[in-house]
Structure formats: C-alpha cells, structure tokens
Nanobody, 122 residues
Framework: VQLQASGGGLVQAGGSLRLSCTAS????????TAWFRQAPGKEREFVAD????????YYAESVRGRFTISRDNARSTLYLQMNNLKPEDTAVYYC????????????????WGQGTLVTVSS
C-alpha cells in the first residue's frame, strides 16, 4: 500500500492542525495504521495507532487527550486531529500501516508515507 501524508504547516502554540494520509494500492481496510513523528536530532517516536476497522485506538502518553486518530475506510484515509499543540510537538509526522500485531514500534509497520512537517511556534 502506498501512503501520502499531508496537512502539516506552521501553527502557534495552543492551535490545531489536522493531518491526513491517503492510501492507494492494496486494500486500506486490511491494515491497522498509525502516526509516528521525528523531531530534529531525535529518533522516530510513536504517536497513535488505530485498528483496521477503527474500533481500537492507542496513544503515546505525550499526546493522549490532545490528539485524536481516526480513519475513513471508504475514502482510504487516515487522520490525526491535533489540538492544543505545543512547541515540543514540532516534528515531521509520518503515517504507517501494519499487517501484523506489533503496534507502537516502528519495526512493526510495513508501509510508510513520506512525512509532513509540523512546526509549532511559542
């Protein structure tokens, strides 16, 4: 499956952004999907994961209560609604898809999008 992330940009602290990730190729609804992020000079870190049908979600502690992951299988699209953004949320955000059960670690994901940059100013 091919993934294309979009929706990044520059926002002030306390603001909101919604990221989208559009899938093509293999059946999107067959895969659980997730968002990761990578800040400059840091390793890629897990943000949120959602099951293939959207019934189960899983968040990193640093974003729980501020970010919401969702998906629309009819549109083959994954979303990340980000509210109350903080400067430490600045990173390149990547969407990813997994066919297996290993969620929350980068090695568990089989397909990756190209990333979209989110910059939060203080």
């Amino acid at each position: 499956v091919q993934l294309q992330a979009s929706g990044g940009g520059l926002v002030q602290a306390g603001g909101s952004l919604r990221l989208s990730c559009t899938a093509s190729g293999r059946t999107f609804s067959s895969y659980a999907t997730a968002w990761f992020r990578q800040a400059p000079g840091k390793e890629r870190e897990f943000v949120a994961d959602i099951s293939s049908r959207g019934g189960t979600t899983y968040y990193a502690e640093s974003v729980r209560g501020r970010f919401t992951i969702s998906r629309d299988n009819a549109r083959s699209t994954l979303y990340l609604q980000m509210n109350n953004l903080k400067p430490e949320d600045t990173a390149v955000y990547y969407c990813a898809a997994r066919g297996g059960l290993r969620a929350g670690v980068a090695a568990g994901y089989d397909y990756w999008g190209q990333g979209t940059l989110v910059t939060v100013s203080s």
